[in-house]
C-alpha cells in the first residue's frame, strides 16, 4: 500500500498529502487554528495538552490534566479503539512510533518523498513545524 501512494503521488486517503499541508498552510496564522503534530505529542504530551487547553480557553486542574494525558495515550487510544473507531481503530492504531515508515519504503521512495518535502514545503510554517530533517527525512 506504501508503495503504491507513492507511485499516486503521494495520495492519503482523502488526496495528495503536500496539496493538504499546502492548503492548512494558507492558515497556520490564524489566530483561530492550531497546528498540532503527533511528534510533538510523543515528545511531551503534558505540554501538548496544555497548549491545547490554553488556546481553546480551558483551564483544567492538576487531576484533569493529568486524566486527559492518561486518556490521550497511544496505549489508551488503542485499547479502546474499537469503541471510538470501530474496525477502522485496528489501521488507525498499529504501532504508536514515529517514523517508521522509513523502513517500508525502498531507498528511491525515501529520496522521491525528501525532493517531494522540499519541492512543496521547505520554508513554510506547517513544514518547520513537522520537523522533517529530524522525524521524516530519510
Avoid: P
Avoid at 511528534?39 to 490554553?54: D, F, P, T, Y
Avoid at 493529568?66 to 490521550?72: I, M, N, P, T
Avoid at 489501521?91 to 517531494?116: C, I, P, T, Y
Amino acid at each position: 500500500m506504501l508503495h503504491l501512494s507513492i507511485l499516486l503521488y503521494y495520495l492519503v486517503a482523502w488526496g495528495c498529502y503536500f496539496q493538504y499541508l499546502s492548503e492548512w498552510n494558507k492558515y497556520a496564522d490564524d489566530e483561530n487554528v492550531m497546528a498540532v503534530t503527533y511528534e510533538e505529542l510523543k515528545e511531551n504530551r503534558v505540554v501538548g495538552v496544555k497548549n491545547i487547553a490554553a488556546f481553546l480557553g480551558i483551564s483544567m486542574t492538576e487531576a484533569e490534566l493529568q486524566s486527559v494525558v492518561e486518556r490521550s495515550s497511544f496505549q489508551s487510544m488503542k485499547k479502546h479503539s474499537e469503541k471510538t473507531h470501530g474496525t477502522f481503530g485496528e489501521v488507525l492504531f498499529r504501532k504508536g512510533g514515529v517514523s517508521d515508515w522509513k523502513n517500508h519504503f525502498s531507498e528511491d521512495q525515501n529520496e522521491k518523498m525528501d525532493k517531494a518535502f522540499e519541492e512543496h514545503m521547505r520554508g513554510t510554517k506547517l513544514g518547520t513545524k513537522l520537523k522533517y530533517e529530524v522525524y521524516c527525512k530519510a
